[in-house]
């Protein structure tokens, strides 16, 4: 299945897309999200490895579902709820790829709603099946078939999400977090096809990995600083804390609370700059540069740059 061959009809749901209007200004989003398309992993993974990659099923209720190492993956839908015929509609989690406006999966779709909504260029972070930083195949229970599907992963966002409208998508990817050596060397191959970003748990110490302040992500930070990439965190790719058992339904304020403390807290500084200890290895220390986007949901985005690199 490719691009061309999905049969994609618009749910009754879905309003039909705008006209564009002129671009008072320059916008660069560094939020966005994708939707894994259901041909994202086909033929994309060694013949031993292809039969077990994340699949879409369908369930008895017609709901498309991503299947992968013994675990089912409903459709994420609060990433997909624009343009919704009824814009108070916010209970109704898409089901089905036509529950959701074609540009979440379509890069080309996807390009066309970027000239509607005048955004010039998006970096875009993986939804329900891969995790906002890839974390799904790295719990694999076989690790040989995870590291394959983040290769894939990454595959397929250089040939079909960035390359046919390369000035449009800034390329970030994931890489395998369950080794750090095996993480440096995915990091690499793709800054060497022209790759600028990572996307990275923003608490590893929450989902069985070190906490970012050991040695433990040495390797993975020093691939990112000797080839220039950039390490994006997003909220909730760690999991959320879970609230107390009583929180009824003031968990959707509770939520969007938490999302934006961060920022909030931040707001007066703005820019940190904290300087972790190297090993004695003879190296500068390294620096993290902390941006700290007023943007109240998401996107914290972590740049590593070498000390004394003068950039």
Known sequence: MSVPDYAYTPSERLLPDP???????????VDDHLVEPPWLFEGRLPAKFQADAPK????????????????????MGFNALVGRVDRDDFTYEPARFDDMRKGCFDIHARVRNMDIVGVWASICFPSQITGFCGRVYSQC????LGFAVTQAFNDWMYEEWWQPHPERIIPMGITWLADPEKGAQEIRRNAARGFVAVTLPER?????????????????LRACAETDTVVCLHV?????????????????????????????????????VMTR?????????????????PHIRKAISVIVRAHGTGR
């Not at 879409?56 to 459709?75: C, T």
């Not at 229970?141 to 040989?144: K, T």
């Not at 590893?204 to 993975?220: A, Q, R, T």
């Open 19 to 29: 006209e564009p209007r002129p671009a008072a200004y320059t916008i660069i989003s």
């Open 56 to 75: 879409i099923v369908e369930n008895a209720e017609g709901h498309q579902q991503w299947h992968f190492d013994g675990k089912i993956f409903a459709q």
């Open 141 to 144: 229970s076989d690790p040989e």
């Open 204 to 220: 590893p110490h929450d989902i069985g990995l070190p906490s970012v302040f050991s040695d433990y992500w040495e390797p993975i």
């Open 236 to 272: 909730g790719s760690s999991g959320i804390n879970p609230p107390p058992p009583d929180v009824g339904m003031a968990i959707l304020p509770l939520s969007a609370t938490l999302s934006g403390s961060c920022p909030a807290t931040c707001a007066a500084s703005n820019v940190k």
């Open 277 to 293: 200890p190297r090993p004695a290895t003879g190296r500068k220390p390294l620096n993290l540069l902390i941006l700290i986007s």
